[in-house]
């Protein structure tokens, strides 16, 4: 038997973490943060391997007391701890069943293990498909469907390692609260939002910044609803980059969620695949040039399933160095022309102006 390598298979290796006790956090009712959503995710990944790029799966685990008593406080612990195995809400919009507790423990491990995988060599990209999502979780609460938040139990695990650069990105459409709060006055976090705003939580004002020594390392762009791929080409190339290129990561975090794609059900904004792409790309460029090549994306939000099947693919692929295959026929993006970004709007200039100004306070090369 002669195993052929799948055409075009030099470039980075993809670090997969998953577990099927993901699958047991399902809401009774209606709910759009659903099993089905890692379905999507899964095909993502199966997308990635069929243009070429190399999958390693690495194992996942349950995150250490020690690891979650990093980001959060230990009556919030016991109190999930008194809740595992029971129904229960954190709030209106964040179920907990029998195994919802154990999924967010196995999820949080799981970036943990992610992060140790592309922490232990050069040029490292991974990808963590994780439920329940985690960026809403603070210290001291669970929220918005959010238990534990992986991405901080994982970068407070690569800190514990001895890292004292590591920027988190987070480009799911809602601003990532949880991880502001867990690493407000902490200057070893660069912490950078792109979100929907005025917005569910209701926080990630330009004006937020960080405090005590993290002063400057919380970097928000809130942007009006329905900005498209050029608002967040601009977002990038006028601030979060720059930003990245002085701060100087020593790993990239990525908070990935999907839902200012234009057909996801919860959001105003309107991107396509091609601005996700573009992100991966750019961040990976970024992770060459400043971080060892090491990049992990954590899944958080994205709630229209093949939306999320495609902008997840997109931002991996654009990562690895390929090219977007065409959606393939009968899928919702491949029927009609290809969507027309209209130039960037005067709301948005002024979004980005805000946001850049406020930023160049800390910044020096805006
Ligand atoms: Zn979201």
């Not at 998953?18 to 399902?26: I, T």
């Amino acid at each position: 038997m002669v195993h052929l390598n799948p055409p075009h298979s030099e470039g980075p290796r993809l670090y997969v973490v998953d577990d099927a006790l993901f699958e047991q956090h399902r809401a009774r009712g209606a709910h759009p943060e659903r099993p089905e959503r890692l379905d999507a995710a899964r095909r993502a990944v199966e997308r990635c391997a069929a243009s070429g790029v190399s999958v390693e799966r690495i194992a996942s685990r349950d995150a250490t007391q020690e690891e979650m008593a990093r980001a959060h406080a230990p009556r919030y612990l016991e109190a999930l701890d008194r809740i595992s195995g029971h129904h229960a809400a954190l709030d209106p919009d964040t179920y907990v069943v029998p195994r919802s507790v154990d999924a967010a423990k196995r999820g949080a491990g799981s970036a943990v293990a992610l992060v140790e995988a592309v922490l232990a060599g050069p040029g490292r990209l991974g990808v963590a498909l994780l439920r329940p999502p985690g960026h809403h979780a603070t210290r001291e609460t669970g929220m918005g469907f959010c238990l534990l938040n992986n991405a901080a139990v994982a970068v407070h695990a690569a800190l514990s390692s001895g890292l004292s650069r590591v920027a988190v990105i987070d480009f799911d459409v809602h601003h990532g609260n949880g991880t502001q709060d867990i690493f407000w006055d902490d200057p070893r976090v660069l912490f950078c939002s792109l979100h929907q705003w005025p917005f569910y939580p209701g926080t990630g004002s330009a004006e937020e910044i960080g405090g005590g020594e993290g002063k400057g390392y919380t970097v928000n762009v809130p942007l009006s609803d329905g900005a498209t791929d050029v608002v967040y080409e601009a977002a990038f190339d006028e601030i979060v980059l720059p930003i990245l290129d002085e701060y100087a990561p020593e790993l990239i975090v990525v908070s990935a969620g999907f839902d200012a794609h234009e057909r996801d059900p919860l959001a105003g904004m309107k991107l396509s695949r091609a601005a996700y792409a573009a992100m991966g790309r750019r961040l990976a460029a970024m992770a060459a040039a400043k971080s060892g090549g090491r990049l992990a994306m954590f899944m958080e939000g994205g709630y229209e399933l093949s939306a999320l099947e495609a902008s997840l693919a997109a931002a991996l692929l654009g990562a690895a160095g390929r090219e977007l295959p065409d959606e393939p026929a009968g899928t919702a993006g491949a029927a009609g022309p290809p969507v027309q970004h209209a130039p960037l709007s005067a709301r948005h200039r002024a979004d980005l102006d805000r946001a850049r100004g406020v930023a160049l306070r800390r910044w020096t090369t805006l």
